[in-house]
């Protein structure tokens, strides 16, 4: 009797088998030889699942995201204010260390996609946006609908999650503080709100 192989469980699984092998060796410098030394399989296999190494980087960064996701929807359905909420949005990519090499994978991520990026990545990156927009949004929404944001607030997603993606690049280029740095937006930010509404 043959056995039946689930191929979309079979490529999560060599995919998420290598998970610290690139966050130690990163994207570039990472190889087939090295994931399919770690996955337990021949580099033949590997390609019976993958078109290329990019696609188990996606694959390994859409694990991290969805955890990522999980997270940050904690945030949103917390009791807490809206200020808190968004800090929490912007901060959690540098709360722990485990994050913080993720956000050094992203960075590498990035900057290849910048230079010599593919139409697959910049795809990826595209649909990553897309899902922190939405969190992003509810966020928003939620702070709008108890009153703790004007419906203009909305129209901010777009230059919030450009704040996140600088803040990523300048922690590690400019050596900024991201908690310092989230705080003083935050806190400019909602000073303008109070400013608005006394108006």
């Known amino acids: 009797m043959a056995i039946i192989v689930n191929k979309e469980e079979k490529r999560r699984n060599i995919a998420l088998s290598c998970r610290e092998l690139l966050l130690v060796y990163g994207i570039d410098k990472l190889t087939i030889s090295q994931i399919a030394e770690t996955a337990g399989v021949g580099k033949g296999t590997i390609y019976e699942y993958f078109k290329n190494k990019e696609e188990i980087v996606f694959e390994i960064m859409t694990a ?3 955890e990522y996701e999980k997270n940050l929807s904690e ?8 200020k808190k909420k ?3 949005f912007l901060y959690l990519g540098f709360e722990d260390e485990e994050s913080r ?9 990035l900057a290849i996609s910048m230079t010599s990026g593919t139409d697959e990545m910049i795809h990826f990156n595209i649909q990553c946006r897309k899902k922190f927009a939405d969190i992003l949004g509810q966020i928003l929404k939620d702070g709008i609908k108890k009153g703790e944001l004007p419906p203009e607030t909305e ?9 996140e993606l600088g803040l990523i690049v300048e922690v590690h280029t400019a050596a900024v503080d991201p908690k ?3 705080t003083r ?15």
Request: avoid cysteine.
């Open 185 to 199: 937006f935050l806190n400019a930010l909602f000073t303008l709100i109070e400013i608005k509404e006394k108006k």
């Open 64 to 66: 991290f995201i969805t």
């Open 101 to 109: 090499r993720q956000l050094t994978l992203y960075r590498e991520f």
């Open 75 to 82: 945030i949103v359905s917390e009791e807490t204010s809206s």
């Open 155 to 163: 129209e901010l997603i777009s230059a919030m999650l450009a704040f």
């Open 86 to 88: 968004l800090f929490h």
């Open 180 to 182: 310092e740095e989230i």
